[in-house]
């Protein structure tokens, strides 16, 4: 069974595949989605009453992707204002945070650590160094992999192999690659094959939606 933990498309082509939503009102609800909202959204006309609701709903499977981004120019105060706001929202309503991060990794910490947030986290489409794939394995956090696994050297295809297998998880996010190939190349890597890449991930996210 393949599972795509964060996909901007419905493809329809796997068991389990997680559709990230930003505009709820243009999306007819699937039946498991993410709902967050990105600091380049901002500013925006904010709505959390209406925003609360949709996360409430049982089928809002995990509250992001949210996060910070220090390549953007808006203040990070702001970002950090606004990125708190959905981690609060997620440790309310006990789903995953799926965070999108560039370049501030212990801001999302910090504000993760000052909230004692206990949900799943998940750092999707990490592409990232060693020492911060480290870092945030040894957090407990998650680290989900797309498309730069299929870039040659990535930094993503070094780090899949240093993380352990029951922090891992696979995505498509906003490319129309097929979740099949992610789970092939990222089988490759791994040196296993690709049903026991489908079963760890399987039971990696049993274990997420269990432990809420
Ligand atoms: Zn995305």
Known sequence: MHINIHTHHINHECELELLQVFKPEKHPLHASFSFGMLPEHLPLQENWIAWERIIASSSCLAVGEC???????????KQIDFFSKWVDLAIAYHKPLIIHCVKAFNDVINVLEDKHCRVPVIFHGFNNGLNTAELLLQKGYYLSFGKALLGFDSNASKCIRQTPKSQLLLETDDTDLSIKFIYNKAARLLGINEQALMD???KNIKSIFKSL
Do not use: H, T, Y
């Not at 996060?67 to 105060?77: A, E, F, S, T």
């Open 67 to 77: 996060g910070l981004d220090k390549r953007i120019q808006i203040n990070m105060l």
């Open 200 to 202: 760890q991930i399987q």
